[in-house]
């Protein structure tokens, strides 16, 4: 089973920008769609944004034309570089394949506050 760690994580000003990194223990991304999701507190994990294994992209409406997911297949390893960050991007943020299955990792923390 291929083991997904998240990372990239930390405190940003509203306004500021961070990058999560989703390392893949084997090369995945050319096999299955990729999705990041965010579970803020108190709320339902959701889909951030998705990239399939031909390189297209969807987003979700609260992240669109901030957020981009990309990812290359020679590190094994997915992006979600994150601009103009608001308090309501405050969440863990988790990869996983798109549509989510199998177990999720640690995910990673990302706290937007001034």
């Known amino acids: 089973q291929v083991q997904l760690v998240d990372s990239g994580g930390g405190l940003a000003q509203p306004g500021g920008s961070l990058r999560l990194s989703c390392a893949a223990s084997?090369?995945?991304?050319?096999?299955?769609?990729m999705g990041w999701y965010r579970q803020a507190p108190g709320k339902q994990r959701e889909l951030v944004a998705f990239i399939t294994t031909g390189g297209s992209t969807k987003y979700a409406d609260s992240v669109k034309d901030r957020f981009t997911i990309s990812s290359d297949n020679d590190k094994n390893t997915m992006y979600l570089q994150m601009n103009s960050l608001n308090a309501e991007d405050t969440a863990v943020y988790y990869c996983?394949?798109?549509?989510?299955?199998?177990?999720w990792g640690q995910g990673t923390q990302v706290t937007v506050s001034s």
């Open positions: 084997r090369s995945i991304f050319s096999i299955y769609a």
């Open positions: 996983n394949k798109y549509p989510p299955r199998g177990s």
